[in-house]
């Protein structure tokens, strides 16, 4: 293993002080954000001026500073999100972790010299994926918190000029990230905004916490993950406190230092510091089960206030320092010299000259003792290093040798460069052409299915320009419904042990005859393209603005869905300036959160099985009470994962008209969990513009 690089320890400052722990605590890079465009607007956070100068501060000692603008941005913010990331490249930050691609392609376009990290919520599952992101300029993927160790080396294998980060420690989100609608849909807080509620911490109708998992914890399989080859091991936890960020980080520091992975009692002291009733490695193992499920007990809340307390206490007597040589020389007869190393930096100091003593000479302790007190400097030294010449018989003022040291340790802290990108400056950047819709007239009409079994009959469908299926449920269809039929979405993931399915998945659709495919995640497009298909962005393709929509349209994708987070002003704002056809849904109880593990299994208390799952192996929607009392559906998708729905649907019979006009685009339907019957009467409804009845969602 000593031939492997060791990879970086990047640790989380969700305040000016949890910055200073990350440091203390020895982190390699430290990821914050600022009071905007950021996924924890819960957190403290850092004005400007804060920012600044915590990147001057952790490039005094070699660490890097990335930060976050990770959430969606709409059309009228691009402009402030541009000058400040703008204000960010000046002021010398290594990189920004951004998830929007608009966004993050306007950057680029006028930073390009600028590092970029694509965030976890862009939903990298596989190498397909990872190769798509850094074709868009990111040199760094954080990839999917549910990717296993197996996953993460064959991504690793196939993507060796990519930098690859992943979660180490910390709060896991229960829905794969960048694909969460629970808090938008039920609280009005969107998780893609940084304002996310947390609804999946809460109780269900039942008091089952049937979503909160336990946190990650990977300490014991950090062997594992340095022969990955891995660039970046990431700690969750802006929300967090010093004592959280100093503690967590003490232990990883020390497990990387010295290449192995936790003991039982490094493990302990983990917990100690937060856990749901302990932790899970679930992802990471691929053994997702009920077991990954924990919530906060007062136990956990009693021992993180003494571990936190502790912790707390040994940062206050712990500082970061930059390691120094030193080079001292004290002779009979010339002046005395001081010569302090760090790294390429270096100043020598001269001082006094010594005299004969008359009493007591100087000896070599008095010397070292004095020119090593760093206390107050960000300095320190290793005795072993120190190089001395001391002539005998001499004598010389104590406060001389301090003076010595002072004026050295200031001479090297203002010599070292904290500048790691002297070169940057504003770039003129004039903006693009805007396109336009070459096709703006009118809307198509286009159905979504999740199963074959709630399909009308054909002569109902007459209506639709398009019918989708999922890809699986196509092939497992039979011909009546195939011959209705004449596109097919992927899966919203794919992880990259599963691609050779998908692929093959593809061919036998094309021999059918499929020519349109609906892409749900960007590591489907280039396997889509590959054979053929006429290329659609699907609803988790999270477009949120105009500039995304240039981006995908670049990229080859024919037609788009738009954000359903997006009011119709939006909507329309987007689609008039995008160069391919948008869309927005108009009926359907839409996806809430896409699930790794099967909470399907869970709800019918159905043991792990060793196979086909029992619980949701016939595909049959099941439901499960919110506090609220709501019947929330959920449905088996793909291999084993399963998707949960809003429980009441998008309805716009009675209000079509002023979307009809092809100012949105398609107009979109999703049949989830209703019958033939009624998909029939909806279709009917929408005809006829009949008012909506019971609980609905407008858009």
């Known amino acids: 293993m000593n031939d492997i690089k060791k990879p970086a320890l990047l640790l989380p400052a969700g305040s000016p002080e949890c910055f200073e722990a990350a440091l203390a605590a020895g982190a390699d890079e430290i990821y914050l954000g600022g009071k905007g465009f950021n996924a924890r607007l819960g ?20 660490v890097k500073v990335y930060v976050t603008l990770n959430t969606l941005v709409l059309d009228r913010e691009m402009n402030e999100a541009l000058r400040f990331a703008e204000s960010l490249y000046l002021h010398d930050v290594d990189a920004v972790i951004a998830t929007d691609p608009g966004f993050a392609a306007a950057l680029h376009a006028r930073y390009p010299d600028l590092k970029l990290h694509a ?34 080396n064959k991504i690793r294998a196939a993507v060796p000029g990519t930098e690859l980060e992943i979660f180490v420690h910390g709060a896991l989100c229960v829905c794969h990230s960048g694909m969460c609608e629970f808090s938008a849909y039920m609280g009005g807080r969107s998780g893609n905004r940084g304002e996310c509620a947390q609804p999946c911490r809460l109780p269900d109708g039942d008091g089952v916490c049937r979503y909160s998992l336990k946190d990650n914890c990977l300490a014991a399989h950090i062997e594992e993950i340095i022969a990955s080859g891995v660039e970046s091991l990431k700690v969750e936890g802006r929300m967090k406190s010093p004592g959280y960020v100093y503690g967590v980080g003490r232990i990883y520091r020390t497990l990387l230092d010295e290449g192995r992975s936790a003991t039982e009692n490094e493990l ?42 502790e912790a707390e206490a040994e940062l206050s007597r712990c500082k970061r320092r930059l390691p120094v040589t030193l080079c001292a020389d004290i002779r009979a007869g010339s002046v005395s010299s001081l010569s302090l190393s760090s790294g390429r930096d270096s100043v020598t100091v001269y001082g006094d000259v010594p005299q004969p003593a008359i009493t007591a000479p100087l000896t070599e302790e008095d010397v070292v003792r004095n020119l090593c007190r760093f206390g107050n400097t960000p300095f320190s030294v290793d005795i072993s290093s120190f190089s001395l010449h001391l002539d ?19 001479r090297l802290e203002a010599k070292i460069n904290t500048v ?46 398009h019918i989708f299926l999922p890809i699986d449920e196509y092939l497992d269809a039979p011909t009546h419904i195939r011959d209705a039929v004449d596109g097919v979405e992927l899966p919203p993931v794919v992880m990259q042990n599963e691609f050779s399915l998908l692929e093959e998945m593809l061919i036998r659709v094309k021999l059918c005859g499929i020519k349109h495919v609906m892409v749900q995640n960007i590591g489907g497009l280039r396997a889509a393209q590959r054979y053929g298909f006429q290329i659609y962005g699907g609803i988790f393709m999270n477009v949120y603005n105009s500039k995304t929509a240039e981006v995908l349209a670049k990229e080859g994708f024919a037609a788009l869905i738009l954000s359903p987070e997006l009011n119709t002003v939006q909507m329309k704002a987007v689609s008039a300036s995008s160069p391919v056809r948008t869309g ?20 019918a208390g159905v043991k792990k099985p060793a196979g086909k799952c029992e619980a949701c ?55 989830t969990d209703e019958s033939p019957e009624e998909a029939g009467r909806i279709i009917e409804a929408y005809k006829t513009k009949a008012p909506a009845e019971g609980k609905i969602r407008r858009m």
């Open 392 to 410: 005998r018989g001499i004598s010389m003022p104590v406060s001389a040798i301090n003076s010595l040291r002072r004026t050295a340790a200031e």
């Open 268 to 309: 302990d002291r983990l917990a100690a510091l937060f856990s749901r009733s302990g932790f899970t490695d679930g992802y990471f193992t691929g053994n997702t089960g009920p077991e990954m499920l924990g919530v906060r007990t007062e136990e956990d809340k009693q021992r993180s206030k003494a571990a936190e307390a």
């Open 119 to 152: 965030s976890t919520q862009c939903s990298a599952h596989n190498a397909e994926g990872v190769k798509l992101l850094a074709s868009r300029g990111f040199s760094r993927v954080v990839l999917a918190r549910e990717c296993s160790l197996q996953n993460i």
């Open 617 to 671: 192996g016939e595909g049959e929607f099941r439901y499960y009470r919110d506090r609220t009392g709501e019947q929330i559906p959920v449905h088996r998708e793909f291999i084993h994962r399963n998707v949960t729905y809003n429980p009441y649907p998008i309805y716009m019979a009675d209000k079509l008209e002023p979307l009809s006009d092809g100012a949105i685009g398609d107009l979109h339907y999703f049949f």
């Open 584 to 603: 927005a849904a108009v009926y359907g109880k839409l996806p809430m959160t896409v699930l790794e593990k099967c909470i399907i299994r869970d709800i």
């Open 43 to 62: 957190a403290e956070n850092f004005t400007d001026e804060q920012i600044f100068e915590a990147i001057k501060k952790a490039h005094f000692f070699g």
């Open 420 to 465: 790691f990108y002297p070169h940057r400056v504003k770039t003129a950047y004039m903006e693009p052409a805007k396109q336009r819709q070459t096709d703006s007239k009118g809307s198509g009409v286009i159905a979504h299915f999740v199963r074959s079994k709630g399909m009308p009959p054909r002569r109902e469908l007459s209506g639709f320009s």
